[in-house]
């Protein structure tokens, strides 16, 4: 019989926060393949665990390489706990390539649920929570980070992301570019730890703030676009739409169609405010 693979969440900050049934996997388990072993020892210190199983380490510099060494093990029958640093294992984190691997294989995967990041930072926000995409890491790229938030731009859910501290002033301000300076956002760091902390307000503040400099694990929650009526669009945000879609990929007459139907306008008017801005573009300046 082939073996388990089980997803353990640990704390995200807090180690209170561990779920009950972590102490007993650690115990359990055949081979332990954790993010970081010496976090993973400092942990079963703190639960007060004696693990026997194998550890090994299991990071995105290797995870290519030990992902079939795990799977070998677990067609063998052995019970593989996997555990990163904080939070889900395979969400911005090492794991999608093993539970990919095992589930071709068809070896049995289950999860200890515990502390999530994009939860806890959703539920204190104080935005909207009923709809929700969480879009992990931005590129780090400044012109790579602008287009992608650019695609969401129209989003009518709530977003979530995760930023490393010294990246945190110049993603606001990005986020300020292309989702407007008075989107509203909360910045969540140290959830659940001493200085846990909460910012919440518009982008361009939000910015502002983080620009004198900000330390700790980082969750962005921003809220997702408005519904506009057609009266709320005018031709320059018509234009700004078809040129996002093109940018996706789209012909420019799908584009022009699409919008339009997204603001309840004939195509007709979309296509005028697109050639409008095309011949004042092509004007020589005065």
Known sequence: MTGTLVLAGTPIG??????PRLAAELAAAEVIAAEDTRRLRRLTQA?????TGRVVSYFEGNESARTPELVEALAGGARVLLVTDAGMPSVSDPGYRLVAAAVERDIKVTAVPGPSAVLTALAVSGLPVD???FEGFLPRKAGER???LREVADERRTLVYFEAPHRLDDTLAAMAEALGPKR???VCRELTK???EVKRGPLDELAAWAAEGVRGEITIVVEGAAEPGPQDLDPAELVRRVQVREEAGERRKEAIAAVAAEAGLPKRDVFDAVVAAKNAAGKPQK
Do not use: N
């Open 146 to 148: 602008l287009g992608r």
């Open 131 to 133: 709809r929700f995409c």
């Open 14 to 19: 807090d180690v209170a926060d561990a779920p």
């Open 194 to 196: 001493t200085y846990e």
């Open 47 to 51: 639960l007060g665990v004696h693990t």
């Open 184 to 186: 509203r956002a909360a």
